[in-house]
């Protein structure tokens, strides 16, 4: 699709108004939300990933195509969130202390609310004690924290200690995820699940309540 293309390229120079066009002209075009999402725009940051990785693109562009993923995003929000699923449980969700990348966690909870799930979003930078408050004073079912960093993913077995402490552990389903964890770094800091994607978060989520 030369569209997809374009709009990598847009994406890349973090033409934000391109972007949302192109979303806009994709979904006419009869695509799936959902294919918009992982097909044009996630498979554009991934270029722009690289690239960061690479040293080829720096803070200030990435930040750009942040935002224009972001805005198109903000079109693709309603239409995933319209499934009209039941509601299927209650998720407090937030990107750990230090930690300030909130893209991906922001495409998790709209999945999670596609899927009929209750999100309350936390946003970014959160000290174990915001999360123990939001789940406290929300009564969720569920625990979901992100991190892009490798220096900020240790801070989730905190968190997952503190809930221990305060002996808490055992009435969430703790869910974790972000680029650079795995399975085994989901384990070994004591969580129930890591998830890959959204598309895997929302499946755990499901598994777990049921
Ligand atoms: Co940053 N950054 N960044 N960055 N950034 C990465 C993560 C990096 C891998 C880039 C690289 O070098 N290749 C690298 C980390 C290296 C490492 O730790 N080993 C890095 C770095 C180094 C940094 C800074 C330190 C750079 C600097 O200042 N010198 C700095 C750190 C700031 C901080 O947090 N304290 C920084 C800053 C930034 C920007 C602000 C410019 C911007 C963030 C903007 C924003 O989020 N609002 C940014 C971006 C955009 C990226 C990359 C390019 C893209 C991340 C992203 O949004 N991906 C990233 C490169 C990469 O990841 N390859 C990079 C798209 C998103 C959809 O994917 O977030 O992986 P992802 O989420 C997926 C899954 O991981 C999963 O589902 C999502 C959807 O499928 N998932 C979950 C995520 N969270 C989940 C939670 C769950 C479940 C699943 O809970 C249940």
Known sequence: EELVAQMYDDLYDGLKEEIEEGVNILLARGWEPYDVLTKALVGGMTIVGN????????????????????????????LLAETGAPRVGKMVIGTVK???????????????????FEVV???????????????????????GMSALLTTTMPYMKVVIDTLIA??????YI??????????EFGRAIGADAYCRDAAVAVETAKEWMA
């Open 166 to 171: 305060e002996g808490m552990r055992d009435d």
């Open 51 to 78: 690239d960061f990785r690479d040293g080829i693109l720096f803070v200030p562009e990435v930040l750009l195509a942040a935002g224009a993923m972001k805005g198109g995003m903000a079109i693709l929000k309603p």
């Open 98 to 116: 230090g930690d300030i990348h909130d893209i991906g966690k922001n495409l998790v909870a709209m999945m999670m609310e596609g899927a009929g």
């Open 174 to 183: 703790v869910l974790v995820g972000g680029a650079p964890l795995n399975e």
């Open 121 to 143: 979003d936390l946003g970014i930078n959160n000290a174990a004690d915001k999360y123990l408050d939001a789940l406290r004073t929300e009564g969720a079912d569920i625990l």
